[in-house]
């Protein structure tokens, strides 16, 4: 997750977590993008990326995105793409 954004660690996607009683720690394979382009609909929103990794190796094989409100506290209002 080496985007100069991805870097910071997620701080507004912590507002999600906090409304779901979510009391861990964000792990750091979490980070959050403050202004991330929701490619379907053109539009950008905060968002929360979550690396998954293959073992042993811990290579990174696939991304996981949740587009957030402004403020951080639910999913934003886009189709998800499946």
């Known amino acids: 997750m080496g985007a100069d954004g991805a870097r910071r660690r997620n701080h507004r996607g912590k507002g999600v977590s906090a409304g779901r009683a979510i009391t861990l ?17 053109g539009q950008r929103f905060p968002c ?10 811990n290579r990174v094989c696939a991304i996981h995105r949740t587009f957030l409100t402004p ?12």
């Open 25 to 41: 720690p964000v792990p750091p394979t979490i980070r959050f993008l403050p202004n991330a382009k929701h490619a379907p609909s």
């Open 48 to 57: 929360m990326v979550a690396a998954f990794a293959l073992h042993p190796d």
């Open 71 to 82: 403020s951080g506290t639910d999913k934003a209002p886009v189709q998800a793409r499946r």
